[in-house]
């Protein structure tokens, strides 16, 4: 199984300030044959269903916020909120669906400094 | 507006069984293929089954083959999950999601996600 690795576990920002999640995985996700990263980022608020933020590890689902920006190739990954609002609360995960079993991260808690 | 609503979690005793439902609207069920994703107590995700557009095809996480079931009725627009020989590390949050179409052939992610429907497997 591919395992995915999220850094920090949690962190605490000050409004208006970056945030910056780090998601490595255990093996490349990068298929060559397309040159595409199969990597998905979501956010959970808390006793909510996660949300879909970003797949293709940069590619922003449709309404989310342009300060959510995915990064990274291979097996390391980002993803940065440029300008942290209080909404931003929340635990992110990343997802690897470069093979089976679909994996993810053990999340990053967000919160306000 | 796109919805999926599961139902059918309770308490069972270990080695007990249930079924989950998810009803969908909002969009032609046939046309995407789903998945059972399940998240423990204050823990992280875990992709439980996946069920092909047509059913033909199903696949599992390996800590459940055997005991769980991923079935879906597209004339009902229904996705289920039949889960027997319960254990206490089976105790979760079980959401149904929807795998976009713009995902890879076989590949999922998931782009809308139930409320869910908790499980709970004690004694």
């Known amino acids: 199984d591919i395992v995915m690795t999220q850094s920090p576990d949690s962190l605490a920002v000050s409004l208006g300030e970056r945030a910056t999640i780090s998601c490595r995985s255990s093996?490349?996700?990068?298929?060559?044959?397309?040159?595409?990263?199969?990597l998905a980022w979501y956010q959970q608020k808390p006793g909510q269903p996660p949300k879909l933020l970003a797949y293709w590890a940069a590619t922003r689902e449709s309404g989310v916020p342009d300060r959510f920006s995915g990064g990274g190739s291979g097996t390391d990954f980002t993803l940065t909120i440029s300008s942290l609002q209080a909404e931003d609360v929340a635990v992110y995960y990343c997802q690897q669906y470069y093979n089976p079993p679909w994996t993810f991260g053990q999340g990053t808690k967000v919160e306000i400094k | 507006e796109v919805q999926l609503v599961e139902s059918g979690g309770g308490l069972v005793q270990p080695g007990g069984s249930l079924r989950l439902s998810c009803a969908t609207s909002g969009f032609t069920l046939s046309n995407y293929l789903m998945s059972w994703v399940r998240q423990a107590p204050g823990k992280g995700l875990q992709w439980v089954a996946n069920i092909k557009q047509d059913g033909s095809d199903k696949y599992y996480l390996d800590s459940v083959k055997g005991r769980f079931t991923i079935s879906r009725d597209n004339a009902k627009n229904s996705l289920y999950l039949e889960m027997n020989s319960l254990r206490a590390e089976d105790t979760a949050v079980y959401y149904c999601?929807?795998?976009?179409?713009?995902?890879?052939?076989?590949?999922?992610?998931?782009?809308?996600w139930g409320q869910g429907t908790m499980v709970t497997v004690s004694a």
């Open positions: 999601a929807r795998v976009p179409g713009i995902a890879a052939a076989g590949r999922s992610f998931f782009d809308i």
């Open positions: 093996q490349s996700l990068l298929y060559t044959s397309n040159n595409k990263n199969y």
